[in-house]
């Protein structure tokens, strides 16, 4: 992978509990954005589909949770994707901190996880995001990502791999 600045390490449970801690309450407040539910409505809902996927946490089969890496060792960020079919991954949550932000680390993540999903051959990928985010549209839509359907708040975007 060394056309890339960055890796990707498994979690661990510790970064794993962390994740998910981070990733419910992330999760509620940007439903509560996109205008889909009250805050306490978005937390609950939240946390039932966390639990619904991944109900043995870290170990929960055909979930795949990194760690993204720079060359420096340091954490950027997080992706998590998941086989939704035979042949289709499915980016579940996907993460950059903000001082990493706008450096190119994102672009490279996403072109690594379409890599790594390749090698467990998977040939599309796709992922939902939300209207307000214009900045992830403009990143997705700028590697090859297609609007497949939109709904009131989000949209979900597919790239063949």
């Given amino acids: ?53 991944l109900p043995q946490g870290n170990y929960t089969q055909n979930q795949y949770l990194y760690i993204i890496e720079n060359n420096e060792n340091e954490d950027l960020g997080h992706i998590w994707y998941e086989k939704n ?37 998977f040939n599309k990928i796709f992922l939902h995001v939300f209207k307000f985010n214009d900045n992830a549209i403009s990143l997705y839509k700028s590697i090859g990502y297609k609007v497949f359907q939109e709904e009131s708040g989000g949209m979900y975007l597919v790239k063949d791999i």
């Avoid at 449970?13 to 306490?40: H, P, Q």
């Avoid at 409505?41 to 966390?50: H, L, P």
């Avoid at 450096?103 to 690594?112: D, E, M, N, S, T």
């Fill in 1 to 53: 992978m060394s056309e890339f600045n960055i890796k990707f390490r498994e979690m661990t449970d510790d970064e794993f509990n962390k994740f998910l801690e981070g990733s419910i309450l992330s999760y509620s407040t940007d439903l509560v954005r996109a205008g889909m539910y009250s805050a306490e409505a978005a937390f609950i809902n939240s946390k039932e589909q966390f639990n619904l996927l």
């Fill in 85 to 121: 079919e035979e042949n289709i991954a499915f980016i579940c949550n996907f993460f950059i901190l903000e001082k990493f932000r706008k450096k190119g680390y994102g672009r490279q993540a996403l072109l690594l996880v379409e890599k790594d999903a390749k090698s467990k051959d």
